[in-house]
């Protein structure tokens, strides 16, 4: 009985290895979709500022629209402040929370 109740602690801590190991490899794959996502806004950005005054408008203009389509795309949409400022601050609430919970369950 003993035996079976350490082989069951010993692959329970090899399940919560694996699966903290598996949400790292996925976090860090989507850090880098988004990293990659941003690279191509910043050299647009390079790209309008080495433009001549006449195309700048129309760069950044260009610019503004893909960094919109690229943060949607990945979940980031805009909200608008002035007109949901309870909202808001109930997401940020809840933001913090939801980070806290994290930490603790990664510091377990």
């Known amino acids: 009985m003993n035996d079976q109740y350490l082989r069951l602690a010993a692959d329970f801590e090899n399940f919560k290895k694996r699966?903290?190991?598996d949400r790292e490899i996925l976090v860090s794959c989507a850090n880098e979709r988004?990293?990659?996502?941003?690279?191509?806004v910043l050299d647009n950005?390079?790209?309008?500022?080495?433009?001549?005054e006449a195309h700048l408008r129309e760069g950044v203009q260009h610019i503004h629209?893909?960094?919109?389509?690229?943060?949607?795309?990945?979940g980031i949409t805009p909200v608008d402040a002035l007109k949901n400022n309870s909202i808001l601050q109930s997401m940020r609430q809840s933001l913090i929370l939801r980070l806290s919970n994290?930490?603790?369950r990664l510091s377990m």
Not at 35 to 40: I, K, Q, T
Not at 45 to 52: L, N, P, Q
């Open 45 to 52: 950005f390079e790209r309008a500022i080495k433009s001549d």
């Open 65 to 74: 629209q893909l960094l919109d389509a690229r943060l949607q795309r990945n």
């Open 34 to 40: 988004f990293a990659l996502d941003m690279l191509e």
């Open 19 to 21: 699966s903290a190991r």
């Open 102 to 104: 994290r930490r603790e």
